[in-house]
T-cell receptor, first 114, second 114 residues
Framework: AQSVSQHNHHVILSEAASLELGCNYS??????LFWYVQYPGQHLQLLLK??????LVKGIKGFEAEFIKSKFSFNLRKPSVQWSDTAEYFC????????????FGTGTRLLVSP | DTGVSQDPRHKITKRGQNVTFRCDPI?????LYWYRQTLGQGPEFLTY????????KSRLLSDRFSAERPKGSFSTLEIQRTEQGDSAMYLC????????????FGPGTRLLVL
């Protein structure tokens, strides 16, 4: 079955530490890739997206992600996290199967300590 | 605020009762999606409308669930004879049918079935 895996369920970092959150998907065809963020008490917001072209995409708030097709991965990175990055991060994949749904990972809860 | 809105934001009901949720998409978005999110999980796709036509339904959507989008604008999701397992956050998203389609999410309706 088509699925999305986020291996880190909880991550705790100190401010200024570097962040990398993993995302892998199981589908061999064309994909569109997304990272969404949910800050405490707020709704899901788009952080960044990849459709085609340069596999390194930049999003809001200094986040970036790299699509590695051979590894079926779309890892999220930030060189220096801030306390305000405390949130839950979801990787989502649209698999070009003719269906429009997004398949989400289980999410990674990030806590940044000041 | 011109984002996706959902009403109510919270609903507590007793097992066996019927509930109805409403979603107002971003204006002029012709696609509308319903997802369900339970604790510790990412959103799971339920159903999708293009204008007023319901084009996709997940097998998660049992016969107790029904969704409508009668005029191609707002949508309703009804759950009949609620069960405790229906307790979840119900999310609505909308998008515009373009090549690089991005889904924008509402704040969700949190349902608790006692």
């Amino acid at each position: 079955a088509q699925s999305v895996s986020q291996h880190n369920h909880h991550v705790i970092l100190s401010e200024a530490a570097s962040l990398e959150l993993g995302c892998n998907y199981s589908y061999g065809g064309t994909v569109n890739l997304f990272w969404y963020v949910q800050y405490p008490g707020q709704h899901l917001q788009l952080l960044l997206k990849y459709f085609s072209g340069d596999p390194l995409v930049k999003g809001i708030k200094g986040f970036e992600a790299e699509f590695i097709k051979s590894k079926f991965s779309f890892n999220l990175r930030k060189p220096s996290v801030q306390w305000s990055d405390t949130a839950e991060y979801f990787c989502a994949v649209h698999m070009n199967t003719g269906f429009q749904k997004l398949v989400f990972g289980t999410g990674t809860r990030l806590l940044v300590s000041p | 605020d011109t984002g996706v809105s959902q009403d109510p934001r919270h609903k507590i009901t007793k097992r066996g009762q019927n509930v109805t949720f409403r979603c107002d998409p971003i204006s002029e978005h012709n696609r509308l999606y319903w997802y369900r999110q339970t604790l510790g999980q990412g959103p799971e796709f339920l159903t999708y409308f293009q204008n007023e036509a319901q084009l996709e339904k997940s097998r998660l959507l049992s016969d107790r669930f029904s969704a409508e989008r009668p005029k191609g604008s707002f949508s309703t999701l009804e759950i009949q004879r609620t069960e405790q397992g229906d307790s979840a956050m119900y999310l609505c998203a909308s998008s515009w049918d373009v090549t690089q389609e991005t889904q924008y999410f509402g704040p969700g309706t949190r349902l608790l079935v006692l």
